[in-house]
């Protein structure tokens, strides 16, 4: 299937993982990480893996809240006090990007942030009213080259109007770099910091960063994208597609400033498999994995088939009977330049497909790829 993309001109690669049981039992790389140089997908090329960064933020949120350190309703205001004063946006003032709000009715709460709930948007890829009061007010949505430092931006952000009022619709949002500045504060570390010491290296994760060290440029994959009949770098004047490996390295994005490799990912994936633990290494104790696996928006999200939780889109009785999603239980997400995983606690199988492209309307390998890992299992 994935040869016959490539063939296509739907794909120019990608890396392919399954685990099942703990095991890696499907590990190929196909086709070219970047066309223009003839260099071909190697197992482990390190992609940027953009949104898959949340489930990684999400889950050191929740470390710290197995530790007390607060509850899930508490206003986030409490911690970063910017957020005290939230209001609801009225209307755009067209001439100077201004705008007239309505002072919030609740306050912003950690798990409105959590599960995208909270009214905060997510600038570029929001409507044209928010992109440009985010601009205006300078906010970094995700990934920057420039000397910016996390504390600041989310400061800046909690004096932006939201979308709506807290926990009342579902709006993906940049909520979940707010969390990674709460887990900053909380810890007392760089959220690269963290993640390093609490998350990647009981796992084993040795290839997973913000910004890559120089002895592993060359295994980060280009960004490509279709001209024509030809596959070509991708670029975009809104920023630079090299922020893994460029300019100041100083913006930790909680939402999706991370690269990664497939086996990477695979093994944070298995520890949830695990209810928490690695190789001998606890992360989270199975309780509180059952907490994150949870509804915790009820029928607000307009996602028939499936609930979200605290870290992960979540697939229901629903959607495991329509079929080519998993078992009642799988939990899933992706990354903006095209990557996807999913993991299924039903069958103990894990699927991770990693691209790196833009703007590839024609790619159907997401759902093929999902489907004929499903139809392979056989006991």
Request: net charge negative.
């Amino acid at each position: 299937m994935l040869n016959e993309s490539i063939d296509l001109g739907q794909i120019p690669g990608a890396v392919a993982l399954v685990a099942r049981k703990g095991k890696i039992v499907f590990f190929k790389a196909y086709g070219m990480a970047d066309a223009s140089s003839g260099r071909a997908f190697q197992r482990d090329d390190i992609f940027r893996i953009a949104s898959q960064t949340k489930a990684i933020t999400s889950t050191a949120v929740m470390m710290l809240w197995e530790e007390g350190k607060f509850r899930l309703d508490d206003p986030i205001s409490r911690y970063i006090p910017e957020f005290e004063n939230a209001v609801i946006l009225d209307s755009l003032i067209e001439e100077d990007s201004s705008f007239i709000a309505t002072p919030a009715s609740k306050p912003i709460t950690i798990r409105h942030l959590i599960t995208h709930t909270s009214g905060i948007g997510y600038g570029f890829i929001d409507n044209d009213q928010f992109r440009k009061i985010y601009a205006k007010a300078g906010i970094n949505d995700a990934w920057t080259t420039e000397p910016l430092v996390l504390g600041d931006n989310i400061r800046k952000l909690a004096l932006l109007p939201l979308h709506h009022q807290p926990g009342e619709s579902f709006t993906y949002s940049e909520g979940i770099d707010v969390l990674g500045y709460l887990v900053e504060i909380l810890s007392g570390m760089p959220l690269d910091a963290f993640f390093q010491e609490r998350i990647f290296t009981p796992l084993g994760m040795e290839d997973s960063y913000f910004y890559l060290p120089e002895s592993k440029y060359e295994r980060l994959v280009p960004v490509q994208t279709r001209e024509k009949d030809r596959w070509i770098r991708f670029t975009t004047p809104y920023y630079d597609v090299d922020y893994p490996i460029k300019g100041a390295r100083t913006y930790f994005s909680g939402g999706g400033g991370l690269s990664s490799t497939a086996k990477d990912y695979a093994s944070f994936l298995q520890m949830y498999l695990n209810l928490g633990e690695l190789n001998g290494r606890r992360l989270l104790s199975r309780t509180t994995v059952q907490v994150i696996m949870a509804n915790h928006i009820g029928d607000i999200w307009e996602n028939s088939g499936a609930h979200h939780g605290l870290a992960f889109q979540v697939i229901d009785q629903l959607g495991q009977d329509a079929g080519g999603r998993g078992s009642a239980g799988t939990f899933e997400w992706g990354g903006y330049f095209n990557t996807q995983y999913f993991a299924d606690p039903g069958e103990q199988l894990i699927g991770i497909l990693m691209k790196q492209t833009q703007n590839t309307p024609n790619d159907q390998t997401a759902w093929k790829f999902r489907q004929l890992v499903g139809q392979s299992i056989d006991d």
